[in-house]
């Protein structure tokens, strides 16, 4: 390493402040506590599915008017759509290079991810109410 | 090496032979983005369930439908090829079966449970329907 001479600033401080390391490793733990959640989210969920294939419209209502049914459903969408957005950010971030369009991507990533998790939460409480 | 200079040649991608556990890693990113796509389907159903009869009935009439179960397949074959390899994306996190050995035997095991957990998801779920 060519170091300055004139300056009195160490290697280590120069380079101190500078990388990525600040929000990687909260990245990668969100990822990880979502794909753990996932397991026995992804479990309830497909057996819920088996169960109402074909079913009718009151049927389906009656499963999301129980309150432990309701909640996993909230949990398996809020929890999916988190992990979809990281998961598709990082595809983003190792595939498009063009930095207003990777940013671009994962803006419409994130904000569309967040909106339809919301419309799945508000469908879930507009038939659990009742409204 | 072949290019007489005796050093190592990175993978040429067109013509080397990806091994079964380059293929697996990224099959897992693929069916991940294929996945949060088929997630359109289920806000598709929870909204038509909120909104009425009707809407549900399309929605359950477009999932029945030949394409619809094509997608629905397709859908759960991948939702259980991530699944079981997400986990064993943890057991690797947690410093677990890495050496090549473990890794080998671990790839028929994924797809070993792939194909089990999906051909009988399909059994019980036309039985049901």
Same mark, same amino acid.
């Given at each position: 390493?060519?170091?300055?001479s004139?300056?009195? *600033? /160490? &290697?280590l401080?120069?380079?101190?402040?500078l990388?990525? $390391?600040?929000?990687?490793?909260? @990245?990668?733990? +969100?990822?990880?506590l979502?794909?753990i959640?996932?397991?026995?989210?992804?479990?309830?969920?497909?057996?819920g599915?088996?169960?109402h294939?074909?079913a009718?419209?009151a049927?389906f209502?009656a499963?999301? *008017? /129980? &309150?432990?049914?309701?909640?996993?459903?909230?949990?398996? $969408?809020?929890?999916?759509?988190? @992990?979809?957005? +990281?998961g598709?950010q990082v595809?983003i971030?190792?595939?498009?290079?063009?930095?207003?369009q990777?940013m671009a991507?994962?803006?419409?990533?994130k904000f569309?991810?967040?909106?339809?998790?919301?419309a799945?939460?508000l469908a879930?409480?507009?038939?659990?109410?009742?409204? | 090496?072949a290019n007489?200079?005796?050093?190592?040649?990175?993978p040429?991608l067109?013509?080397y032979?990806l091994?079964l556990?380059a293929?697996?890693?990224?099959?897992?990113r693929?069916?991940g983005?294929?996945l949060?796509v088929g997630?359109l389907?289920?806000v598709w159903?929870?909204?038509a369930?909120?909104a009425?009869?009707?809407?549900f009935?399309?929605?359950?009439?477009?999932?029945?439908?030949?394409?619809?179960?094509l997608?629905?397949f397709?859908?759960?074959?991948?939702l259980y090829?991530?699944?079981?390899?997400?986990?064993r994306h943890?057991?690797w996190?947690?410093g677990?079966?890495i050496?090549?050995?473990?890794?080998e035997?671990?790839?028929k095991?994924?797809?070993?449970?792939?194909?089990?957990l999906?051909?009988?998801?399909?059994?019980v779920g036309l039985?049901v329907w």
């Open positions: 390493m060519a170091s300055n004139k300056t009195l *600033r /160490s &290697p401080q120069v380079a101190r402040g990388g990525s $390391a600040k929000h990687g490793t909260e @990245h990668w733990w +969100s990822q990880r979502t794909s959640a996932l397991v026995p989210l992804t479990v309830w969920f497909v057996f599915v088996i169960g294939l074909g009718g419209h049927e209502i499963w999301m *008017r /129980s &309150p432990f049914s309701a909640v996993m459903m909230v949990l398996t $969408a809020v929890v999916t759509f988190h @992990h979809a957005q +990281s598709l595809v971030e190792d595939y498009v290079h063009a930095e207003w990777k991507l994962i803006i419409g990533v569309l991810s967040f909106a339809l998790a919301a799945c939460v879930v409480v507009k038939i659990f109410i009742g409204a | 090496m007489g200079s005796g050093r190592p040649l990175s040429h067109q013509v032979k091994p556990t293929v697996m890693s990224i099959t897992h693929i069916t983005v294929g949060a997630t389907l289920l159903w929870l909204v369930a909120a009425g009869p009707e809407a009935a399309r929605a359950q009439g477009f999932i029945g439908s030949f394409f619809g179960l997608l629905m397709g859908w759960s074959a991948a090829y991530h699944l079981c390899n997400g986990i943890l057991v996190d947690a677990k079966a050496e090549l050995p473990d890794a035997r671990n790839n095991v994924v797809l070993g449970a792939t194909a089990v999906t051909v009988l998801t399909w059994i039985a």
